[in-house]
């Protein structure tokens, strides 16, 4: 259904003088008949009324321009998927930056040989909403001097999986 045209002046200028007719006792049907009633008045209009109603129907055109809020086909704000993965890549940069700050820091004085790193990998049987269900974690501790030190490795029973989602859980 296509939008509807914005109100001109002259509408407004039929609003006000249907309300002035009324007042004296003279009633309208419909705006056909208040626009063939007004429309001599506006032609010999001074161009301050006109003026008046002229800045009603650009406040009402102005009003009605304001940009909606667009959603997915899920029902999901874009501006909020925007903010959301800028603040993504926001927080990868910082990593990204605070990890090479300590690599630089640490290789001037040879302290990064020694220094111990962990590495953990987390795989999940499927994600529900913002959380995930968790399925294996494995952490590794080591040094670049003297290699893996410690390694843990858990599989995780995640007890029954919330309904809706075994599917996503078959398919990994």
Known sequence: MPK????????????????????????YGNMNEVAQAAGPEWTSAKPQVRAKFEAIAKAEKAKSNVPEQKFTSTGQSLAELEALENER???E??????ILNFVKQKS???SILDEDMYLMDVNYYCKTGSSYLIGELALLRFSI????????????????????????VKQG
């Open 4 to 27: 509807k045209p914005p109100r001109n002046a002259f509408y407004y200028f039929m609003l006000d003088f249907k309300e002035q007719q009324r007042k004296k006792g003279i009633n």
């Open 93 to 98: 940069k910082a990593e990204e930056r605070d």
């Open 145 to 168: 001097r003297d290699g893996i030190k410690n390694t843990y490795h858990e599989i995780i029973n995640p007890g029954g999986i919330p309904m809706g989602y075994a599917l996503d």
């Open 108 to 110: 001037v004085d040879g």
């Open 89 to 91: 890549r926001a927080a």
